[in-house]
């Protein structure tokens, strides 16, 4: 039996990876799915670990061979999940994260209806500077047209989040980890009421006060919900 995908967005720098460490720490059978891209090595990564590092050429023989779950051009690089990574969840029982933009999230939720869609945002766009800086002098690159693009990039990516199920304002880490763990639980149908009820606050349309505030801290309306 094929376990739950989680569908996991957020604006680069958010905090996405660091979440999803830490839920994985909290809850066990979760793999997480190992992308391809062809984009360079950045600090400590490993190829195999973060991503499959592969060329331009590679990656679009495995496009034309359909070797992908979904794939999309993200800042000038390709980034795709290869449906080996189902296979591999699948062989360990195991619920899957994959962690891709907005474009990608789209043809899974096409693709496969009953995954669970989660967006993370920060709270707001100066918490959001401040931690791309942060992290880019930790890797010793500080380079302010990245910092300026993924910052314009991340109020369209914003205006994408009504798509999703769940909205998950990371603020203070603990708590956003509570909070996803909660929702995964809710999926698994493993959840106490109170788990229930923590997850219930995160869905999108519930509109929650820290959701609307980080939403009108980065000038987004949303027409929808
Ligand atoms: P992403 O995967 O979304 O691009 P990262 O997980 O690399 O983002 O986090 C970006 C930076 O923000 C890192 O330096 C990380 O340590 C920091 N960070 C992540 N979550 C929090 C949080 N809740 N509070 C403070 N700093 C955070
Ligand atoms: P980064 O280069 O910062 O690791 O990731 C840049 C963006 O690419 C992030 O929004 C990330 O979610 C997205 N991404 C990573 N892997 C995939 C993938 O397999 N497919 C898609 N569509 N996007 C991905």
């Not at 999309?72 to 994959?98: C, K, M, Q």
């Not at 209806?113 to 942060?134: D, G, K, M």
């Not at 698994?188 to 606050?201: H, K, S, V, W, Y």
Request: hydrophobic content about 45%; charged content about 25%.
């Amino acid at each position: 039996m094929a376990g739950i995908l989680f569908i996991i967005s957020a604006p680069s720098g958010s905090g996405k990876s660091t979440l999803v460490n830490e839920v994985r720490r909290l809850v066990t059978g979760l793999d997480f799915s190992v992308s391809y891209t062809t984009r360079k090595l950045r600090g400590s990564e490993e190829d195999g670990r973060e991503y499959h590092f592969t060329t331009r050429e590679r990656f679009e023989q495995m496009i034309a061979a359909g070797e992908f779950l979904e794939w999309a051009e993200v800042f000038g690089n390709y980034y795709g999940t290869a449906l080996s990574a189902l296979d591999i969840a699948r062989e360990h029982s195991a619920d899957l994260l994959l962690d891709i933009d907005v474009q990608g999230a789209l043809q899974v939720m096409e693709k496969v209806p009953e995954a669970v869609s989660i967006f993370i945002l920060p709270p707001s766009p100066e918490i959001l500077e401040r931690r791309l800086r942060n992290r880019s002098q930790a890797e010793g690159i500080a380079n302010e047209s990245i910092i300026e693009t993924r910052l314009s990039e991340a109020r369209t990516e914003l205006r994408m989040i009504e798509d999703y199920e769940y909205a998950l304002v990371n603020d203070v880490l603990d708590e956003a980890a509570s909070e996803m763990r909660a929702i995964v639980l809710v999926a698994r149908g493993d959840a106490t009421p109170a788990e229930g009820d923590l997850a219930a606050q995160c869905v999108t349309g519930a509109r929650s006060v820290k959701l609307e505030s980080a939403l009108v801290s980065f000038g987004v309306t949303l027409a929808g919900i």
